[in-house]
């Protein structure tokens, strides 16, 4: 138990639907993220929130659509996506990254888009 | 751009062997190098970190060795186990600008 709970943990969503991802965490932290985790690649950085501001994204297709209704709280909101989309999503929090350097991930929701 | 390159990209080693993986980088503005295990079906979590101020930590099994002028750093697994067969994620932090850069990935199977 990191702290950090995603749901649902799988999803498998047709190209024209609408789904959301949901990331809650319960450890204090200010900053939460979404990141993407294909195989063979490294982590790739999605969105960043600091105290409930987007302070990142990173070039991300606007068919993923992040939400941050407070510090606790990470949505990403999912439309039109692409086969290609279809991956491990993993939210995570900190306190500042830049003191720590220590993220606190869920275990994911893998996404398999059809 | 890749901005920290890890290798291997999978790693086969008996048990009590050691186990290597090695991250090199790019941006002389990293000052925190941490390292993430991650286990199937769970997210990556912090393992062992190092800042560039010392050479070598160690934290049971664990030990990161680092090199600042050759801009590389690895990481040891001493006596290695079946328990440690996960996936290992190199990192390096700026925290000037708090931005988090992970490597590809290593991952690690210990046979018993």
């Known amino acids: 138990e990191t702290g950090v709970t995603q749901t649902p943990r799988h999803l498998v969503m047709g190209m024209t639907n609408k789904k959301s991802l949901k990331c809650e965490q319960h450890l204090g932290h200010n900053a939460m993220y979404w990141y993407k985790q294909s195989a063979k690649k490294p982590l790739e950085l999605m969105f960043v929130?600091?105290?409930?501001?987007?302070?990142e994204n990173n070039s991300v297709p606007s068919r993923f659509s992040p939400e941050c209704p407070n510090s606790s709280h990470l949505f990403l909101h999912l439309h039109t996506l692409q086969p290609e989309d279809s991956a491990l999503y993993l939210c995570a929090s900190s306190r500042i990254l830049a003191n720590t350097g220590e993220l606190f991930f869920g275990e994911g929701s893998r996404l398999t888009v059809l | 751009q890749q901005q920290v390159k890890q290798s291997p990209q999978s790693l086969i080693v008996q048990k009590g062997g050691i186990s290597i993986i090695n991250c090199a980088y790019e941006?002389?503005?990293?000052?925190?190098f941490p390292w993430y295990q991650q286990f199937p079906g769970k997210g990556p979590a912090l393992l062992i970190a190092i800042r560039p101020d010392v050479s070598e930590k160690k934290e049971g099994r664990f030990t990161i060795s680092f090199n600042k002028s050759a801009k590389q750093f690895s990481l040891h697994i001493m006596d290695s186990q079946p328990g440690d067969s996960a996936t290992y994620f190199c990192a390096a932090l700026s925290s000037n600008t708090g931005k988090l850069i992970f490597g590809q990935g290593t991952t690690l199977q210990v046979k018993p």
């Open positions: 941006n002389t503005a990293f000052d925190y």
């Open positions: 929130y600091n105290f409930k501001e987007q302070t």
